[in-house]
Nanobody, 114 residues
């Protein structure tokens, strides 16, 4: 399984970005998909999750600002990020777990200037 994230960039505080993660392989629609982020000097943290039933979950700091979604036909998961804050600056990674093995895409850098 390969995952390819894109959509990061430099944005001013209050702005928006939409991240995309295209995956390969089969059974995408059955998989829980995740977005993580890692800021400099910090541990990687789980930001948002979407299950096969499209149940979503978010860390408190992004609730009401970020939205995770999926398009099973395109094997793609999205992260719409609105009202961005400087503390959202990080490398963002998409992730899925298959048979207890984590698969990661290359990260995409999000930088929010104040």
């Amino acid at each position: 399984v390969q995952l390819q994230a894109s959509g990061g960039g430099l944005v001013q505080a209050g702005g928006s970005l939409r991240l995309s993660c295209v995956t390969s392989g089969t059974f995408f629609s059955y998989r829980t998909m995740n977005w993580y982020r890692q800021a400099p000097g910090k541990q990687r943290e789980l930001v948002a999750t979407i299950t096969s039933a499209e149940v979503t979950n978010y860390i408190d700091s992004v609730k009401g600002r970020f939205t995770i979604s999926r398009d099973n036909a395109k094997k793609t998961v999205y992260l719409q990020m609105n009202s961005l804050k400087p503390e959202d600056t990080a490398v963002y990674y998409c992730n899925t777990k298959i048979l207890n093995i984590d698969y990661w895409g290359e990260g995409t850098q999000v930088t929010v200037s104040s």
